[in-house]
C-alpha cells in the first residue's frame, strides 16, 4: 500500500432509513469521512430528448444532509451527481455539507464561479471525472486562480453502488498524484479488500467504499484495510 489514506463509506449502500445510526456505526468502526452521493435521477426516455439530468438514480439532498447533520459533527463529503451543482452550493452549505465535489463534465463553463461560491459557504471545493473523462480536463481545475481542494476519479460509471471497479482508471490517479504531490485524490466506485491496494498504491490517499464495507460482515475489518 502506499501513503496513509482515509477512507469515506458511501452511505448510498446503508440503511436510508436509519441513516443517524449508521453513520454512527461506520464512524464506531473508523471511518474517517462519511460520503454522501447526491444523484439527480432520470427517465431515461426524456433524458434521451433533454438530458435534464446527471444519473439514472434518485438518491438524496440538502434535507438529508441537514438532518443528518443534526446528529453527526463528522466530515460529510458529498459527491454531486447532478447537471446543475450551482444549484446545490446555497442549500448544502446551510445543511452543513463539509466537501462539494462536482462533475467536470457539467462545469466546464463556470467552474470558477463554482469554487468561489462552495468555498465561500465554508465547504471544501473538489472536482469529479467520469472513467471516459480525460484527466487533463481537470488541470486548470487544481492550478486555477480558485482552485479545487481534492479531485475524486470515479472508478466505476457514476450512479450506482455495488459496480465493478475499473482497473484503466488507475492510469488516472498515476498521473495526478505524479503530477500534484500532496493533492487529496479520491477513488470511488468497486473499492474493497481486492481492489484498495491497487488504488492506494496508485496514489489515492481517499477510499470511497459502499457495498465492500456495508455488506462485510466486519466492517471495521474492511475499513482497517485503507
Ligand atoms: C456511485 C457512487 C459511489 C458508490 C460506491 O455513483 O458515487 O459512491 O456508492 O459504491 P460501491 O463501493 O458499492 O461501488
Ligand atoms: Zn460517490
Request: proline content about 7%; aromatic content about 8%; some cysteine.
Amino acid at each position: 500500500m502506499g501513503v496513509e489514506a482515509k477512507i469515506a463509506p458511501s452511505m448510498l449502500s446503508s440503511d436510508f432509513a436509519n441513516l443517524a445510526s449508521e453513520a454512527q456505526r461506520m464512524l464506531d468502526c473508523g471511518a474517517d469521512w462519511l460520503h454522501m452521493d447526491i444523484m439527480d435521477g432520470y427517465n431515461l426516455n426524456y433524458c434521451l430528448l433533454h438530458k435534464p439530468h446527471f444519473v439514472p438514480n434518485l438518491t438524496i439532498g440538502a434535507p438529508v444532509i441537514e438532518s443528518l447533520r443534526k446528529h453527526t459533527k463528522a466530515y460529510l463529503d458529498c459527491h454531486l451527481m447532478v447537471t446543475n451543482p450551482l444549484d446545490y452550493v446555497e442549500p448544502l452549505g446551510k445543511a452543513g455539507a463539509s466537501g462539494f465535489t462536482f462533475h467536470v463534465e457539467v462545469s466546464r463553463d463556470n467552474w470558477g464561479e463554482l469554487v468561489q461560491r462552495i468555498k465561500s459557504k465554508g465547504m471544501r471545493p473538489g472536482v469529479s471525472l467520469k472513467p471516459g473523462t480525460p484527466i487533463e480536463e481537470v488541470y486548470p481545475l487544481v492550478e486555477g486562480e480558485y482552485p479545487v481542494e481534492m479531485v475524486l476519479v470515479m472508478t466505476v460509471e457514476p450512479g450506482f453502488g455495488g459496480q465493478k471497479f475499473m482497473p484503466e482508471t488507475m492510469d488516472k490517479v498515476r498521473a495526478l498524484r505524479k503530477k500534484y504531490p500532496s493533492l487529496d485524490i479520491e477513488v470511488d466506485g468497486g473499492l474493497g479488500p481486492s481492489t484498495i491496494d491497487m488504488a492506494a498504491s496508485a496514489g489515492a490517499n481517499c477510499i470511497v467504499a459502499g457495498s465492500s464495507v456495508f455488506g462485510a460482515p466486519d466492517s471495521a475489518q474492511v475499513i482497517s484495510l485503507s
